[in-house]
């Protein structure tokens, strides 16, 4: 029988930079709390957000991932076009078809790398850093592209009180490449689809389309989302650093989605994380932005701690489906 040839890859990958770019205006809790009959100080006590980033009218989910790739692109010293995998992890593209991620690879030089969008909300920038480090051990790829870009504004009602205070636009990215040593750890990964309907749209386009219902929006039941999130979310972490072959005390950066502050610092609490690990919370002024959250607030961290470099990251994701998914990083 004819043996077919396989490819192989490098033994480890690591993240060479990050890149973000935020929506252009900032919404503070004032501008949203009237048609949610709310006040200030209930979305900073419940969440801990004061402001939240959202694009101008016009500004794609794809802008913003343009914007954050050519960054870390820049920042990462890979030319672009060496670049061929790019995966851009979204529930927001405007269109169901072409994916984000082809015209982004165009946009920044890499085409023609396989490029293909990832729906796994917010865990999605994780489902494809996952994704990424495992083609590139294989040698499918050599050098990926990992975006987690979201426009939720275009999908929030703002007479909402489950979610739309919540919500902000942006986009974060790495490029990941070839590595002697580990610097990204095994995924902990997976999902509970009998809560699919905990957080999610509230009608299909079908529905729209008929005039059955309104321009979908984003619903979530909020205490169950964080009952979830607090309980489940924390054992998943736990699983990442033993998969990794680490403990807390090994960390340098601890980045979960940025959800809710109130959830934050339940799974800080819970995986009883030293003081000398620096926890990402990026969700004051930027809000959550779904894929883009982990690498955006990863992002601020560096950039207000570079001190942090080489170490240790936990981040870990979470979100609509119910999914979930977590691994340890080295950072650049």
Not at 83 to 98: C, E
Not at 239 to 267: C, K, W, Y
């Amino acid at each position: 029988m004819t043996q077919l040839a396989q490819t192989t890859g490098p033994r480890g990958t690591r993240i060479l930079a990050y890149g973000a770019a935020r929506g252009d205006l900032d919404v503070p809790n004032d501008d949203l709390i009237g048609p949610i009959d709310s006040s200030d100080e209930w979305i900073r006590q419940r969440t801990g957000i004061e402001t939240r980033k959202r694009a101008s009218h016009g500004v794609l989910a794809l802008d913003l991932a343009t914007d954050a790739a050519r960054e870390a692109i820049e920042k990462s010293g890979v030319p672009a076009e060496d670049i061929d995998l790019v995966i851009v992890a979204t529930i927001s593209n405007v269109r169901q078809t072409p994916s984000i991620s082809a015209v982004v690879a165009d946009r920044v030089g890499a085409n023609p790398a396989a490029a293909y969008d990832a729906n796994a909300a917010c865990a999605g920038f994780s489902y494809a850093v996952a994704q990424a480090d495992a083609l590139i051990r294989t040698g499918a790829a050599h050098h990926a592209l990992v975006v987690g870009a979201e426009k939720l504004s275009d999908i929030v009602d703002g007479t909402d009180r489950s979610i739309s205070f919540l919500l902000g636009d942006g986009a974060g990215a790495v490029v990941i490449g070839p590595s002697e040593e580990v610097g990204i750890g095994p995924v902990v990964w997976g999902s509970d689809g009998s809560k699919a309907d905990a957080v999610g749209m509230n009608a299909t386009l079908i529905e729209y389309r008929d005039g059955e219902a309104e321009w979908p929006t984003l619903r979530q039941e909020g205490q169950t989302v964080f009952r979830w999130a607090v309980w489940e979310m924390a054992k998943a972490a736990k699983a990442a650093l033993e998969a990794a072959g680490i403990t807390a005390a090994d960390l340098s950066a601890f980045v979960p989605h940025q959800a809710n502050m109130r959830i934050i610092d339940e799974l800080a609490k819970q995986l009883k994380l030293p003081e000398h690990v620096l926890i990402g919370r990026d969700i004051a002024t930027t809000g959550n932005t779904s894929a883009a959250s982990i690498p955006l607030a990863t992002h601020r961290l560096l950039a207000e701690h570079p001190e942090l470099s080489g170490g240790l990251c936990l981040q870990i994701g979470f979100g609509a489906g119910l999914v979930y998914s977590g691994q340890v990083v080295r950072l650049p």
